[in-house]
């Protein structure tokens, strides 16, 4: 349901933030609305995992007796469930708009992504394995902004380059 909105609010917003929007056919359209998604996802998730990785006491050494890979907290298995989410709606899209959104890769991925994301959640182990790999979703809005300033025509740009740099360094 939530990427439906974040899906219907990107196809809104668009035409006012980028002059050529209108000028896209209907699969580039579908593609750039799915990416405000990824987007999305991709910044709660780096920034989540950043969180409860770094600044929270989850991790922390001295704030609990259990294993580091037996933690958990509300806020965390939360935010687990709300990946679970995103993937799930991403790959219905994904079936939906066969194979223009992605192919079995993406299948696979955001398949395994779910199994081990759920399986944490039902053990309540390894959360801290899970949030490291959720934190490498911080390129992602580097990725979706290169495609973009790609469709954009912008491939020849000052911001693209950054963007590159920022991607590789991301």
């Given at each position: 349901?939530?990427?439906?909105?974040?899906?219907?609010?990107?196809?809104?917003?668009?035409?006012?933030?980028?002059?050529?929007?209108?000028?896209?056919?209907?699969?580039?359209?579908?593609?750039?609305?799915?990416?405000?998604?990824?987007?999305?996802?991709?910044?709660?998730?780096?920034?989540?995992?950043?969180?409860?990785?770094?600044?929270?006491?989850?991790?922390?050494?001295?704030?609990?007796?259990?294993?580091?890979?037996?933690?958990?907290?509300?806020i965390?298995?939360?935010?687990l469930?709300?990946?679970?989410?995103?993937?799930?709606?991403?790959?219905?899209?994904?079936?939906?708009?066969?194979?223009?959104?992605?192919?079995?890769?993406?299948?696979?991925?955001?398949?395994?992504?779910?199994?081990?994301?759920?399986?944490?959640?039902?053990?309540?182990?390894?959360?801290?394995?899970?949030?490291?790999?959720?934190?490498?979703?911080?390129?992602?809005?580097?990725?979706?902004?290169?495609?973009?300033?790609?469709?954009?025509?912008?491939?020849?740009?000052?911001?693209?380059?950054y963007?590159?740099?920022?991607?590789?360094?991301?």
């Open positions: 349901m939530n990427h439906k909105k974040v899906y219907d609010i990107t196809g809104f917003i668009s035409p006012f933030c980028f002059k050529g929007y209108g000028k896209l056919s209907d699969k580039e359209k579908m593609e750039w609305n799915n990416r405000g998604f990824s987007t999305f996802h991709a910044l709660i998730a780096a920034w989540a995992s950043l969180y409860l990785l770094l600044f929270s006491d989850l991790f922390d050494e001295d704030s609990s007796n259990d294993l580091i890979v037996n933690r958990s907290s509300i965390s298995n939360m935010f469930g709300f990946s679970i989410g995103y993937f799930l709606s991403d790959l219905a899209m994904v079936f939906w708009h066969f194979p223009a959104l992605g192919g079995l890769e993406y299948v696979l991925h955001h398949g395994l992504s779910m199994f081990s994301i759920s399986l944490s959640l039902m053990s309540s182990q390894g959360q801290i394995y899970i949030l490291m790999v959720l934190f490498s979703e911080s390129t992602t809005p580097f990725v979706n902004i290169r495609w973009y300033l790609d469709v954009a025509g912008r491939k020849s740009s000052t911001i693209y380059i963007n590159g740099i920022a991607l590789f360094f991301g």
